[in-house]
């Protein structure tokens, strides 16, 4: 039986306060999702919430710091309680703790731990408390927000633990994919590309709208879409 989209769809967007996961959020319920925004602490719910408002009433924020495994199961809890089941996942948070002349013989433990925490461990936290949901629903779509230097092809030097972390991710999007195969659930990596944000920087080429636009299309994808792959402009891209 093809499983049916859900009459209501509501999207966890983790990192949702700003940069890209505010502004997929944004897009997403201007395609009628309802958005819950996953931010670090209250005041930055409210601060998501207010600009989250400009364009309609279809969200809530929630705080998640997505290091923390019982906060992590805290906010889905909640997100089903409150609102139902998700249907779509946006696995964005992130960190770049590194500048890009870091290289791995310099780079001490602490922050190839800090950032494989947020990277890759809060992706994963994430879809161990949303996919049970989902697989009841019978119906999810996970994106996990990646990056072109996490493209082993194309691999170079420096960031080192920013590149692996997102290689990572994208392990993970395959693995998952697999798992979940025949469920009803879709999982996918995307690049955004290089994004004016506070991470990107403001000398970066993309805005926040072209960034965002091929987590959206992911996030809506149909029963038949693509499911396992990594995408850039809404195309497939090497791993
Ligand atoms: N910008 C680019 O050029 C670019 C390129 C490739 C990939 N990406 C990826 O795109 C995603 C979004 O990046 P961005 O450019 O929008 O970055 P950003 O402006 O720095 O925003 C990052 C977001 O992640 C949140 N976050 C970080 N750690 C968190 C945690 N432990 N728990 C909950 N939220 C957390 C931040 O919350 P706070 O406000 O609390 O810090 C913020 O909302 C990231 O995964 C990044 O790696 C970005």
Redesign the pocket.
């Known amino acids: 039986m093809i499983p049916a989209m859900p009459a209501n769809r509501i999207a966890i967007v983790?990192?949702?306060?700003?940069?890209?996961?505010l502004e997929i959020a944004l897009q997403l319920m201007k395609a009628d999702v309802f958005v819950v925004a996953?931010?670090?602490d209250k005041a930055?719910c409210e601060a998501a919430l207010e600009a989250l408002r400009s364009v309609g009433t279809n969200a809530d924020a929630m705080p998640?710091?997505?290091?923390d495994t019982r906060a992590v199961k805290r906010f889905v809890d909640q997100v089903e309680k409150q609102h139902g089941s998700p249907s779509i996942l946006v696995n964005?948070?992130?960190?770049?703790p590194e500048s890009t002349t870091a290289r791995v013989v310099d780079t001490p433990t602490s922050v190839w731990r800090e950032t494989f925490e947020?990277?890759l461990f809060?992706a994963v936290r994430m879809c161990r408390d949303v996919v049970p949901l989902m697989r009841k629903l019978r119906f999810g779509r996970i994106v996990n927000?990646?990056?072109?230097?996490g493209q082993i092809h194309q691999m170079g030097e420096g960031s080192p633990a920013y590149r692996v972390s997102?290689a990572s991710l994208n392990a993970l999007t395959r693995t998952l994919a697999a798992e979940v195969a025949g469920s009803g659930i879709l999982v996918n990596s995307m690049?955004?590309?290089?994004?004016r944000?506070?991470?990107?920087g403001e000398d970066?080429p993309r805005s926040v709208e072209e960034?965002a636009d091929t987590a959206v299309w992911l996030c809506l994808l149909p029963s038949n879409g693509p499911t396992g792959q990594f995408f850039r402009d809404r195309k497939p891209i090497p791993w």
């Not at 983790?14 to 996961?21: D, F, K, S």
């Not at 998640?64 to 290091?67: A, E, G, I, L, M």
């Not at 927000?145 to 230097?149: P, Q, R, V």
């Open positions: 983790t990192g949702a306060n700003r940069g890209l996961g996953g931010c670090r930055k998640v710091d997505v290091t964005n948070a992130g960190i770049y947020t990277n809060g927000i990646s990056s072109g230097l997102k690049s955004p590309g290089w994004v944000t506070d991470m990107g970066a960034g």
